[in-house]
């Protein structure tokens, strides 16, 4: 995660009551809203729709899309891939509620100049509100440095969080991408998910030793899976995934599956 847009924060113009000053904009259906940042807690964002459209063409250089995300039960659009894959592990790992592309548009001065900025994604949570930009470190230039630290003083304000994804460890993405494999539901006919809960239940198992416990070994690995994308099972994500990935049932699970 990208931190050195704080370092541009001196640039900002924040003398006296600059919430009343800077501005977001919104759309509610096709009327767009401009709120000052001071009022952003009176926002339903639940309601909003992307403040601009996405655009798809033959010529274009990055590459748009729709990801399914299992948390909201939809598709979500994303420009390109270091997007698509924020949308993925955002589903993974952040107790998703709900994913807004193209939130607001945020307008505030820095060094004397109007600027305006529209980060990439807002992610309702269950432990709150997720603000996310999305940009590869090599990238990033003084001017985006400038939006990200003035973005980072809007969601300090409102009370949310705020950070910019610059990439991720290769061998993260891969085990996310092969968990997602299994995310949707999966028809415990033969109570795979039962054996598996019941073999980690006594601490933690390599992924294949796990497998090989169950009545059906084969049948096992994907339910294991997609028992990890539940959080019923817990899974070694320091190294890259493999048969001797370590795997444990999660502390608020019993072998019965029951929080």
């Given at each position: 995660?990208?931190?050195?847009?704080?370092?541009?924060?001196?640039?900002?113009?924040?003398?006296?009551?600059?919430?009343?000053?800077?501005?977001?904009?919104?759309?509610?259906?096709?009327?767009?809203?401009?709120?000052?940042?001071?009022?952003?807690?009176?926002?339903?964002?639940?309601?909003?729709?992307?403040?601009?459209r996405f655009t798809w063409r033959t010529?274009?250089?990055?590459?748009?899309?729709?990801?399914?995300?299992?948390?909201?039960?939809?598709?979500?659009?994303?420009?390109?891939?270091?997007?698509?894959?924020?949308?993925?592990?955002?589903?993974?790992?952040?107790?998703?509620?709900e994913a807004l592309s193209q939130p607001?548009?945020?307008?505030?001065?820095?060094?004397?100049?109007?600027?305006?900025?529209?980060?990439?994604?807002?992610?309702?949570?269950?432990?709150?509100?997720?603000?996310?930009?999305?940009?590869?470190?090599?990238?990033?230039?003084?001017?985006?440095?400038?939006?990200?630290?003035?973005?980072?003083?809007?969601?300090?304000?409102?009370?949310?969080?705020?950070?910019?994804?610059?990439?991720?460890?290769?061998?993260?993405?891969?085990?996310?991408?092969?968990?997602?494999?299994?995310?949707?539901?999966?028809?415990?006919?033969?109570?795979?998910?039962?054996?598996?809960?019941?073999?980690?239940?006594?601490?933690?198992?390599?992924?294949?030793?796990?497998?090989?416990?169950?009545?059906?070994?084969?049948?096992?690995?994907?339910?294991?899976?997609?028992?990890?994308?539940?959080?019923?099972?817990?899974?070694?994500?320091?190294?890259?995934?493999?048969?001797?990935?370590?795997?444990?049932?999660?502390?608020?699970?019993?072998?019965?599956?029951?929080?």
């Amino acid at each position: 995660m990208y931190t050195g847009f704080t370092s541009h924060a001196n640039l900002l113009d924040r003398c006296g009551r600059w919430p009343n000053r800077w501005t977001t904009t919104w759309k509610f259906s096709q009327a767009p809203v401009t709120i000052p940042v001071r009022d952003l807690a009176d926002v339903d964002v639940a309601r909003t729709v992307p403040v601009r459209r996405f655009t798809w063409r033959t010529d274009q250089h990055h590459r748009p899309g729709l990801e399914y995300l299992v948390a909201t039960g939809r598709h979500h659009a994303f420009e390109s891939r270091e997007e698509e894959c924020l949308l993925l592990v955002a589903d993974f790992a952040t107790r998703l509620v709900e994913a807004l592309s193209q939130p607001f548009r945020l307008r505030f001065s820095a060094d004397g100049r109007p600027v305006q900025h529209t980060p990439d994604f807002l992610l309702l949570t269950q432990a709150g509100l997720f603000l996310i930009d999305v940009r590869p470190a090599g990238r990033i230039r003084p001017s985006d440095a400038v939006k990200f630290a003035a973005t980072a003083e809007m969601a300090l304000s409102a009370g949310w969080w705020y950070g910019v994804i610059t990439g991720w460890r290769g061998h993260v993405l891969s085990i996310v991408d092969a968990v997602s494999a299994q995310r949707r539901t999966l028809t415990n006919v033969l109570g795979i998910q039962d054996q598996l809960r019941e073999a980690a239940a006594d601490g933690p198992l390599q992924y294949g030793e796990l497998a090989e416990q169950c009545s059906v070994p084969a049948v096992g690995r994907a339910h294991a899976l997609h028992l990890v994308w539940r959080r019923h099972l817990g899974l070694d994500m320091s190294v890259p995934f493999g048969d001797t990935s370590l795997v444990r049932l999660a502390p608020t699970y019993g072998p019965e599956g029951e929080r």
